[in-house]
């Protein structure tokens, strides 16, 4: 681990501030994602600052009926309000699906947001990367890629996101708050968070320099009935292969996003029109831009099979 120098900060808006000021500085809180990185020398940060002292550690109910969640709410803690847990299940499960206890109890909101990708070629510095290492090539495109992007990849990156939280964030039209470094405040909805790969797969997300996520607002509850199916290579703690995250109504209509399979949650509005008819056409609208790897193409199957079964059981 390379030599940094580090800071506490009373206030969002110093945080931010401090983060413009520092070319090369991060942010940290729980630390289950960055500190790893700085072991391998994958993420190099010349300063830290460190949030865990701000107040965003609360769940709020908002004026329309809804929830605002700080961003340094631990995982466990949100996975086990009773308003998420009543209103918000799917979230709630997704969740628990995502990692051991012990992470769950250090992981925060916005850490779990901005975790980085799992992919091999990412983690080990000999090989090229372009999300670690742009324009040093993609590794993955000719290696081994049985975890990789199906849809929405390009031949810049075909790596995956690995958040369960997301997927379920992204289902239920979460909104992201930050503050940048002027203290301006900005709301990012989850859908337009996480930039398409392209030719510049490095730049992960829509947040600028030294811009901090302060808060995620959730809209007011859906009702009907929440699944998260993660489908995995062991049953504990391991990221999915493919997760499908659906609220149906009693009436059959109902929305459903998708995890393992893409560089962000994976949700597309006409597919959620067809939810009322069945998983076929689902399927056909979410994956109609697939471009899977031999490695990977059994994941098209496992998806069309996961999403008829989170379906079937929605509808009773």
């Not at 120098?5 to 090369?24: I, M, Q």
């Not at 002292?53 to 466990?76: F, H, Y």
């Not at 199916?229 to 209509?253: E, I, T």
């Not at 029109?273 to 399927?283: L, W």
Request: positive net charge; aromatic residues 6%.
């Amino acid at each position: 681990m390379k030599a940094f120098t580090y800071e506490r900060v009373k206030t969002p808006a110093e945080a931010a501030a401090s983060a413009r000021h520092k070319p090369g500085a991060k942010f940290i809180a729980g630390g289950t994602n960055l500190l790893d990185l700085m072991k391998l020398e994958i993420e190099t940060p010349s300063h830290l600052i460190d949030v865990n002292g701000l107040a965003l550690d609360k769940i709020e109910p908002t004026d329309d009926g809804g929830l605002r969640i700080g961003a340094l709410v631990r995982n466990t803690d949100l996975a086990a309000d009773p308003r998420v847990r009543r209103d918000y299940a799917v979230l709630s499960r997704a969740l628990l699906a995502g990692a051991s206890g012990q992470l769950r109890n250090q992981a925060t909101t916005a850490g779990n947001l901005l975790q980085r990708t799992r992919c091999p070629y990412f983690y080990d510095t000999n090989q090229p990367c372009n999300k670690r290492l742009p324009g040093s090539g993609c590794a993955a495109l000719e290696g081994f890629s049985r975890q990789h992007a199906v849809v929405g990849a390009s031949k810049a990156c075909i790596a995956t996101h690995p958040s369960d939280m997301a997927v379920a964030m992204r289902l239920l039209d979460a909104v992201v708050e930050t503050v940048n470094p002027d203290g301006k405040v900005r709301k990012i909805p989850v859908a337009d968070f996480y930039r398409a790969p392209g030719n510049t797969p490095h730049l992960e997300n829509a947040l600028s320099t030294g811009e901090l996520i302060t808060a995620v607002t959730l809209p007011p509850p859906l009702g009907g009935t929440h699944i998260y199916r993660k489908v995995r290579d062991r049953a504990s703690y391991a990221f999915a292969l493919v997760s499908v995250a659906a609220v149906v109504q009693p009436d059959g209509s109902g929305r459903v996003a998708l995890g393992g399979v893409a560089h962000k949650p994976w949700r597309l509005e006409e597919a959620d029109a067809e939810v009322v008819h069945g998983a076929k056409g689902v399927y056909e609208r979410l994956f109609a831009s697939a471009k899977p790897t031999p490695e990977n193409e059994f994941k098209l199957i496992l998806a069309k099979r996961t999403l008829a079964s989170v379906l079937t059981e929605a509808k009773g």
